[in-house]
T-cell receptor, first 114, second 114 residues
Framework: AQSVAQPEDQVNVAEGNPLTVKCTYS??????LFWYVQYPNRGLQFLLK??????LVKGSYGFEAEFNKSQTSFHLKKPSALVSDSALYFC????????????FGTGTQLKVEL | SAVISQKPSRDICQRGTSLTIQCQVD?????MFWYRQQPGQSLTLIAT?????????ESGFVIDKFPISRPNLTFSTLTVSNMSPEDSSIYLC???????????FGPGTRLTVL
């Protein structure tokens, strides 16, 4: 079985400040980890993924995420938040990737204020 | 990425009726997925649809309620049968086009059942 936890329903941050959206996972094997973003009334957009290799992965719109195997975490980060980053963020995990099903976290609403 | 379209984009239906949602991809893909996103909730996988074989349903979802067709490598349909207000959700299709793990999502179909 695989599961994802996003402990924060909402994260508030001031524009220009760094942001972190937390994600922890549980899988019985090597995880493939993903972050998606959902803007209001729009579909889900892929941000970044970790498959193997460097623990720090960079994605779209200046976002990055750090894979930490010992803490089973994959937190999403951005050095300087923008108001336009305000959206719903989902962490997801699959066991082997390449067409296997994704299990999503409950989502974290990010609100960036001026 | 992949260009994915869904029809209809939204619908309001009466209890007891059925709705068929279409998903069209701009290129051939082996696996397509159908998800449900209930109001304020995360995404839950309904089933995986492979061309030429029966769809594989996740726990809690059955073929009689959510029949799926996959007639070719670019198209799939999901039917929501005998609808009740609890079926009010956003239904999304996705594809794993490159076999690299990340899935690309259609814009979703927002279903309201009265």
């Amino acid at each position: 079985a695989q599961s994802v936890a996003q402990p924060e329903d909402q994260v508030n941050v001031a524009e220009g400040n760094p942001l972190t959206v937390k994600c922890t996972y549980s899988v019985s094997g090597n995880p493939y980890l993903f972050w998606y973003v959902q803007y209001p009334n729009r579909g889900l957009q892929f941000l970044l993924k970790y498959i193997t290799g460097d623990n720090l992965v960079k994605g779209s719109y200046g976002f990055e995420a750090e894979f930490n195997k010992s803490q089973t975490s994959f937190h999403l980060k951005k050095p300087s938040a923008l108001v336009s980053d305000s959206a719903l963020y989902f962490c997801a995990v699959s066991l082997t990737g390449g067409g296997n099903k994704l299990t999503f976290g409950t989502g974290t609403q990010l609100k960036v204020e001026l | 990425s992949a260009v994915i379209s869904q029809k209809p984009s939204r619908d309001i239906c009466q209890r007891g009726t059925s709705l068929t949602i279409q998903c069209q991809v701009d290129s051939q893909v082996t696996m397509m997925f159908w998800y449900r996103q209930q109001p304020g909730q995360s995404l839950t996988l309904i089933a995986t649809a492979n061309q030429g074989s029966e769809a594989t349903y996740e726990s809690g979802f059955v073929i009689d309620k959510f029949p799926i067709s996959r007639p070719n490598l670019t198209f799939s349909t999901l039917t929501v049968s005998n609808m009740s207000p609890e079926d009010s959700s956003i239904y999304l299709c996705s594809v794993d086009r490159q076999g690299a793990g990340e899935q690309f999502f259609g814009p979703g179909t927002r279903l309201t059942v009265l």
